[in-house]
């Protein structure tokens, strides 16, 4: 059988294999080329403990043990050591070298230089010892005829003290850091050492944990995997994995003893946000021979915790604060694929290594588990979570928007907790935004909630403020930058660095109702600009042909808020992002205001193909299928959670929104809605309604309804398009009233003789029709633009009616 022993920097597998004759074989498996190759074979039968090979396979360092204590006893071999570690010349097989001799195990780790890097004659070597130190050896070659490599060192290699007194070690091949505990009182302090590919190394990280070492085994993690541990050994042993993210987050898992034997207890170190959470979990079955520990696996951005056969626990790295973001699963959802064995690793990100049998996987969230979780799933927790970990695992494919939304759909009304649309809105422009640009993860909201007050059953959190670790570093770049900019976050209280809605919804409302008291300012000027910009910039994204009829018209109010959320934004990121520059800033910004409205096209476009409708809606003569009032009732929910957020929509979302109302509704609901603020009377639709709709007693019941409830700047520009009396009757009216509030000095009237229309027999008429005569040759005129509104239009008004209401002819 093969067992694999380590996992070197740039992905090769080192393995080992027993020999027809009982040799000791040892390979290297390239996962990129699917090749093997044949390093070294030992002529006896041994227990590998530990290997690594150098980066130019010139060098193989080999930890083992020779005999067991009982062999030596039998075989009188006491003066022997129990283990032994060598330094072998592979390229071609020359001298092997003893590097240590001694009753303690000892492993082995070639340190890696960067990739692309030419030959070197240097190589650097880690030793860990069971006796609980590390330390460096730097062994230099020189090349001799026919590509002979031989150490230059006749005598002692140069040794360098790395560490001392630790209790647990864990190496980080890829990024070539070594983590490790020492114990400090009852606790114990995590620290980390830079390895360099020029330079010798640096204690870089301290972090006091809150993490019990009393009476604990040496545990070493990625250091070769010795598949004959003793498990009492392991069991005395830190349960603990550190991982850290490309986005500068750095976790410490530790499982933890219970005191409950139906408990299971374990805890995420978020150094990098100044936390950590304990969770307590009720178990299912707690037969003794399935109670193992907690196995913590890297996936990228989020950390897993798994307990084969009881749970599979899902944290986001980016945002643990919110449990939305935390995704828990029991029973079948669970597993993960075949592993069923307690002693898993994870020593690389998105790897496995089941360390009983030797085998190491692949793991990845899969896409159609979390659509089924999302579609079956009867909690809003899983919900939630899963809602969140599809968008964030798997960025933005278009074939898991168009499932997303059409889960979304027919769930609005299922979600207590949450509102679905909103959640994706903003998830997605989280996903969306936040890979381009250092930091902005920090700046732009990634969720709707401002708490979550769910519950996962059976699963207790709690949360404690931990000391923030303290960094040493100069000029360093990526992963330690990134890492101290997530700590000044933490210190300058980063919650409240998020983009929040709430002075755009202030200065919306304040701009939207001034709008007819103050003249269009250089102010105002420059928010219009930033919403055309906004549009303009969505148009060069989407050149097919709009299924969904909106983006055809201009909308006062989303293009006000359009760009005020510009102008805010940019502020909000110039004063956090000083570094980025203007320019960069302003295609952020309008970016992610431009997606926002492109998400909800999206939305509408995904059930305007579901629901078969269409390309043109507004016919007012027919009424409304069940499709479209599907349709209507999701543009209702899209509308309430824009409200909710204060975000704009499509310029044409309201007049489809009504277009839709007035086919699908009845007269009352219609203007229940409209009076509630639902629905929103745009002059579009209430042009074509007052148009196509002929004056039946239904048709005019409607059309007057609605033009009652028309806004007076927008009702004085409607009511000149419907010729009908009752409208007539209005406006005159209107005028009537208009012009006598306007009079400053009733008592200044004077009466003239000669009127301007036939005279009528009928006082009342002649007394008003002569005094607004009067105020109209005084020049007070309510209706500048409105010439055809005047003193004979309301005389003829006023006859029409009055003769109507008597049942007599007019002519």
């Not at 307690?342 to 899969?366: N, R």
Request: some cysteine; proline content about 4%.
């Amino acid at each position: 059988a093969l067992y694999i022993v380590n996992v070197e920097r740039n992905g090769k597998i080192i393995y080992t294999w027993k020999g027809n004759q009982r040799n000791t074989h040892i390979g290297l498996y390239d996962p990129q080329t699917k090749q093997n190759e044949h390093l070294y074979m030992f002529e006896r039968d041994l227990r590998i403990i530990s290997c690594s090979i150098n980066n130019e396979r010139t060098l193989l360092a080999v930890s083992f043990r020779q005999y067991t204590e009982e062999e030596r006893v039998s075989q009188l071999l006491q003066s022997v050591s129990k283990y032994l570690t060598l330094l072998i010349e592979i390229h071609p097989i020359n001298n092997v070298r003893v590097l240590k001799a001694v009753d303690s195990c000892v492993r082995v780790q070639f340190l890696y230089p960067v990739e692309g890097r030419n030959t070197s004659t240097e190589s650097r070597l880690l030793l860990v010892s069971e006796d609980k130190y590390i330390e460096q050896f730097e062994i230099h070659v020189v090349a001799e005829e026919e590509q002979k490599v031989v150490i230059q060192n006749s005598g002692q290699l140069p040794r360098a003290r790395v560490a001392d007194d630790l209790i647990w070690a864990q190496w980080d091949m890829v990024e070539q850091r070594l983590f490790y505990m020492v114990p400090k009182e009852s606790k114990s302090t995590l620290k980390c050492v830079q390895f360099y590919p020029d330079e010798n190394f640096n204690s870089i990280l301290e972090s006091p944990l809150d993490v019990s070492v009393n009476d604990t085994q040496l545990k070493l993690v990625n250091f070769g995997y010795d598949y004959c541990e003793d498990q009492d050994v392991a069991a005395k042993s830190l349960n603990l994995q550190v991982f850290t993210s490309k986005a500068g987050g750095l976790c410490v898992c530790c499982s933890l003893a219970s005191d409950s034997p139906d408990e299971i207890t374990y805890s995420i170190y978020f150094l990098h946000k100044g936390y950590n959470k304990t969770f307590t979990v009720s178990l299912e079955r707690t037969e003794s021979h399935q109670l193992k520990e907690v196995a913590f696996i890297n996936l990228d951005y989020y950390v897993a915790a798994y307990l084969p056969g009881q749970f599979l626990h899902l944290l986001n790295i980016q945002h643990p604060d919110l449990l939305c973001y935390s995704l828990f699963l029991t029973g079948e959802d669970a597993r993960i694929g075949t592993l069923q064995n307690y002693s898993i690793l994870s020593p690389l990100m998105s790897t496995v290594l089941d360390c009983h049998i030797g085998s190491m996987y692949a793991v990845s969230i899969s896409e159609s588990a979390l659509l089924h979780l999302l579609q079956n799933s009867k909690r809003d927790s899983e919900r939630l979570a899963a809602l969140h970990c599809a968008l964030l695992y798997f960025q933005h494919t278009e074939d898991l928007e168009m499932q997303i939304i059409w889960w979304i759909s027919e769930n609005l009304s299922t979600c207590h907790s949450f509102d679905p649309i909103q959640e994706f809105i903003i998830a997605s422009l989280y996903c969306r935004m936040c890979p381009e640009t250092h930091n902005l993860d920090k700046l732009l909201p990634y969720t709707s909630l401002l708490d979550w007050i769910g519950i996962i059953p059976g699963v207790t959190c709690a949360t404690d403020i931990i000391p923030l670790p303290v960094l040493e570093f100069q000029n360093s770049k990526d992963f330690w930058k990134k890492l101290n900019s997530n700590l000044e976050s933490v210190k300058y209280a980063e919650p409240h660095l998020h983009y929040h809605n709430d002075v755009l919804r202030r200065e919306w409302r304040n701009l939207s109702e001034e709008r007819e008291e103050r003249p269009t300012t250089a102010y105002l000027r420059n928010i219009f600009e930033n919403a055309r910009k906004v549009l303009s910039h969505l148009d060069t994204w989407d050149s097919e042909e709009r299924l969904v009829p909106l983006f055809q018209e201009e909308d006062f109010q989303q293009q006000l808020l359009m760009g005020l959320m510009v102008a805010q934004l940019k502020d909000h990121l110039m004063r956090h992002l000083q570094y980025v520059g203007r320019k960069k800033i302003d295609q952020i910004v309008l970016d992610y205001v431009a997606n926002l409205l492109n998400l909800v096209h999206q939305i509408m476009k995904e059930v305007w193909r579901r629901y078969h409708l269409r390309s043109c809606i507004f016919c007012f003569n027919e009424r409304g299928s069940a499709g479209e009032f599907a349709v209507f009732h999701i543009m209702s929910r899209i509308l309430e959670a824009a409200n909710g957020m204060c975000l704009p929509l499509p310029p044409g979302f309201h007049t489809l929104h009504l277009g839709l109302g007035v086919r699908c509704l009845p007269l009352h609901t219609l203007l229940h809605y409209i009076d509630n603020g639902v629905l929103h009377l745009t002059e579009t639709c209430v042009r074509r309604l007052l148009k196509e709709l002929d004056d039946t007693e239904k048709n005019e019941k409607l059309k007057f309804s609605i033009v009652m409830r028309l806004p007076e700047a927008l009702g004085q520009k409607i009511r000149q398009v419907w010729n009908h009396p009752i409208n007539a009757n209005l406006m005159a009216r209107k005028y009537v009233k208009l012009l006598l509030e306007k009079l400053e000095n009733r008592q200044c009237i004077r009466f003239v003789p000669e009127r301007l229309s036939v005279p009528v027999e009928f006082l009342p008429l002649n007394y008003l029709t002569s005094m607004l005569a009067e105020i109209e040759n005084q020049g007070v005129q309510p209706h500048e633009k409105q010439d055809h509104v005047n003193v004979r239009f309301v005389e003829e008004t006023a006859l029409k009616h009055t003769m109507t209401l008597l049942g007599l002819k007019y002519s």
